[in-house]
């Protein structure tokens, strides 16, 4: 057989399970998660705007 061929007689033989149990799927409610989240910044905002101007002046420069 050379590249690119196949043997017919094994595309016949294909059997294809297309029955699904409850057991197969993805179980969502298993890692759900209850809770808050809370976040503490230190830094103002113009202290922040000042370091993504930084960022975004670094980005322009490397491309």
């Given at each position: 057989m050379?590249?690119?061929s196949y043997d017919e007689s094994e595309q016949d033989n294909?059997?294809?399970d297309t029955e699904f149990d409850d057991e197969?799927?993805?179980d969502a409610e298993?890692?759900?998660h209850e809770g808050d989240v809370e976040y503490e910044?230190?830094?103002s905002n113009d202290e922040l705007l000042d370091r993504l101007k930084d960022i975004k002046e670094d980005e322009s420069q490397n491309t």
């Open positions: 050379g590249f690119g294909q059997e294809y197969d799927g993805l298993e890692n759900a910044f230190t830094a």
